[in-house]
């Protein structure tokens, strides 16, 4: 005989309501009264249904290691609550990220994160969201959220980073500092730009805008606006992802120059692998950990129908000094 929940309620002694709520992490239910629905269910052999145990964790990019570790965290920090953890690669805003989110609404998704997807876009496909909330489905948002929804966002001080990355050229001397940065109306790049453009007039640089490039946050991308810097004098380059780093080093070894000696290279996402690059990559670390399970505490709490604050939470990123930095000849 296949056992559900009248037969879980009975022995438990409570109300199937009470069973629903514990097999699907809802409030309500006292520890004494949630530990005596569990035995029952294990005493009785009940099978739980991994419907509504899947969060999907959607991101625009596999290739890029930085996001394949946060993720790999997030599904770690869920994994201790009965939740399953499912990366779903999309491009951000795309008709393809609108059809992952309503298959898994369909097949009864507990929640879903959205890794620096379409919710850093200034103007992002608003039906994405829009299924999630007709269903009442949570969301969270990694670096950026939806306008108009109220939602836990979960992000590094993009400011703060550009900040540490020009603060550590500054002091060794460079002054022709250029940006790499990622494209327009993405709020990290943004954010970026914005730090950069700060930090340098702080330090008395007149129209530090002109040594901003835009670019996509790819080795190609940061080739081709390194490119563009070092045609400017530029002897330090601040990139907006560690990918684009990459190709600023790329940038300067085919101009017939080196890193660093002719020139500074900075990174930003800090994924495991750039030590072990020539030369090993100085770069702004996101501190992912702390992200990752900020994200996965807010996932469960509003799975269990737990309130949780609204707003943007901000974490300090963290300067790693390596071999791509050094003073200018």
Partial sequence: MKIGITEVAARAEVSEATVSRV??????????????VERAMAELG???????????VITPWVSNPWFAEVAELIE?????????GVLCPALPGGIQERE?????????VAAVVFLSASNTLDDPDPETCNILAARRIPFVGVNGGFAGHSMPVLSTDDVMAAELAVDHLWRLGHRAIGMASGPAANRPADRRVEGFVTAM??????????????QYYTIEGGQTATTTLLSRGATAVVAASDFMALGA?????????????DVSVVGYDGSMIMEFVDPPLTTVRQPIDRLAKEVARSVVALVSGRGVPSGELMFGPELVVRGSTAAPR
């Fill in 201 to 214: 007039t702080r330090r008395g640089v007149a129209d530090p805008e002109s040594l901003v490039m835009r």
């Fill in 249 to 261: 080093i790329r940038a300067v070894r085919r101009a017939g120059l080196s890193v660093p000696e």
């Fill in 23 to 36: 097999i699907n992490r809802r409030a309500g239910v006292s520890a004494r009264t949630r530990e005596a």
């Fill in 76 to 84: 770690a920090a869920l994994a201790p609550h009965g939740l399953k």
């Fill in 46 to 56: 009940y099978e739980r249904s991994t419907r509504g145990q899947i969060v999907a």
């Fill in 100 to 108: 992952f989110v309503s298959a898994l609404a369909d097949h009864g």
